[in-house]
């Protein structure tokens, strides 16, 4: 790089009075070294913003910066001016901003923070999920240096500039940069300015130029919004420690992860419950804060509690990877694919065995009838097993009516006993694989307001959307209960697939119902926060190493099944086994109604093969006493 045009520059603006030659040289290498060895590493773009109210000093930070940026050629430079050019749209992650102050004037760094500022930093990095990164070259007075570098942390602590470094010059000529840690042992949440590094003229002492600042939180409280969601997360008073306390799958993560940073939690409880309800009463002061509102106005740190990821949620909050994926299955009650009456008789034989079986009739009719037209009916009777008043004479009738009868005697035999095996074992017919089956049968879905909400984005629902039933709870088992409750109606319940499995498992209804197999949607559950957190890019590290491990599936699997075991001893024995005894009852009424109409249709087919033989013996009587006349 050639100092010479530097300094040429400085001469040049009649600025050689402020300080002497040889510190300018020492500042210039300071910001070279944090150029081309620090940001250079980070990012191919560099955004550097002048900060003057001197016209002066500004030229001459103009012409500095602009010396220094074109000895690095592989990246694109930009350059702003406070309130000097008009907005430049676009994130802005590496920045490097050069601030003069005076004792007589405003800060000039004030000029950055107002929302008039032609840079917009904040507005321009709004959308974004991870940290940028701010080094701030701050030229005043030593007199003004604590001032004006608290104000400046202030202002990163406030929204969330985690990589935030200041760097001042004194009159010794030295080169000091300062930062900030949000929690250390003394206090939480405090931008107190600590000395990180120094410039000993050619580097700076210690390598890390943005140190890691969350290794330990120092039991620094963090404020966890909870949504009581079992087996997610479960809330209950702890006597022993006077507060309220969290379990479940999601809050034994967070404990987890809160071990591991070294803080303690606050449980904050959202006893609201569908969306339409904190919709309605937002802006409402007097009504409870939703929890999105929370972590938007920074209220909170994060939120647990079964929150499912969708775009609207991302726009406004920030997430980590996803620790759990919720499978959306639809469930629906298996008495609706029961055979039926006339069903269940054709049913043990395939339809080809029947076809063969009726043609043979038909021919063996059609030939009686222009042969043997009296005794044309007694086939019949061989093939349902009712006994002959007499043989026939001809030997010819003999042999068929004794291949009509040995043939019949197996296939009444197989017929009888898979019938009656059928009716015992309660065969349903072919169980359906996707809810668009279910809608094609004139079914209609039931869930969740918060689910319906989601759900609408998806094609299929959007097109039949009157298909479905709102159900005013956020709770998967209340939408069970609900398709419980509705009996004989045709709906089917969509909830996530664990919750379904538990809660038919503790309820003992897990053989009355069917889960189809395909998935309706699969979501991500997260742990939502506020953008520009400091914890995503360290929740996203633990969680991936909490999954590598197998923990979290383990902590999943374990939730599930306590919350089972909890929800089946709270039912009462007695009201277990009423259950229990009522179950077994139905399924012998089903039985029994089974054989009766089985019955009752083969003794109303003898009666009407009865009536025809009646009718046949009187035409062929009126016949024959014709013939006689």
Sequence with gaps: MNESKIYASYVESKLIGVQAEDVN???????????????????????????????????????????LASTWNSVSVQMLHVNHLPHVPGRKYCNLLLVESSAHRIYIFTYILIPSSSTQINEDNADSDDHEYYFIFLQTRDAQIPAE???????????????CNVMVQTAQMEVLIYSYYPYTSQRCQSAQP?????????????????????????????????????????????DRAGQMDAIGFEATLIKQLARHLNCSLIWHNVTLETVATYQKNWGDERQPMSPLKLL??????????????????????????????????A??????????????????????????????????????????????????????????????????????????????????VVYQSLLFHFIRLQLFETLPYSFEQLLASNFRGMCSSNILSMLREMPQVAHNYESYISIPSPYDEVVLDALHQMGDGRYFAITGLDTAVAHLTATNRQRSYHILSQYINLQQVVIYM????????????????????????????????????????????????????????????????????????????????????????????????????
């Design 25 to 67: 040289q020492y500042v210039v290498r300071a910001l070279k070294h944090v150029i081309q060895d620090v940001f250079a590493q980070l990012s191919a773009t560099l955004i550097i913003t002048l900060a003057t109210s001197d016209a002066k000093m500004e030229k001459w930070f103009g012409n500095v910066v602009g010396n």
């Design 149 to 163: 570098l608290q104000q400046i942390l202030d202002h990163c602590l406030n929204n969330f500039w985690l990589h």
């Design 194 to 238: 600590q000395l990180v590094n120094r410039f000993d003229g050619q580097r700076m002492i210690h390598a890390p130029m943005f140190p890691h600042k969350l290794r330990q939180l120092h039991q620094c409280p963090l404020t966890v919004v909870v949504w009581n969601a079992p087996p997610f997360v479960e809330l209950q008073w702890d």
């Design 296 to 329: 938007i106005e920074r209220h909170a740190n994060l939120s647990v509690g079964n929150f499912r990821k969708t775009a609207g949620r991302n726009n406004m909050l920030t997430s980590p990877v996803a620790h759990y994926y919720a499978p959306l299955v």
């Design 331 to 412: 469930t629906v009650a298996i008495k609706h694919f029961q055979f039926g009456q006339l069903t269940l008789l054709y049913f043990p034989f395939q339809s080809c065995v029947w076809l063969l079986l009726l043609v043979a009739l038909i021919l063996h009719g059609l030939i009686y009838m222009w042969r043997w037209r009296p005794i044309g009916l007694q086939v019949l009777e061989l093939l349902l097993g009712v006994t002959l008043v007499r043989l026939p004479r001809s030997w010819l009738q003999r042999v068929i009516y004794a291949h009509w009868l040995y043939g019949s005697i197996p296939l009444r």
């Design 530 to 629: 506020p953008k520009h957190t400091y914890f995503k890019e360290l929740f996203n590290d633990m969680l991936r190493n909490l999954d590598a491990s197998g923990c979290i599936d383990f902590w999943r699997r374990d939730a599930f099944a306590k919350y089972s075991r909890r929800t089946l001893q709270q039912r009462s024995l007695s009201q277990l086994q009423d259950d229990q005894q009522e179950h077994r009852q139905n399924e012998q009424l089903r039985q029994l109604i089974g054989i009766y109409s089985l019955m009752g249709t083969l003794y109303a087919l003898s009666i009407l093969v009865f009536c025809a033989e009646l009718l046949c013996h009187r035409l062929t009587k009126r016949k024959m006493e014709r013939r006689l006349l």
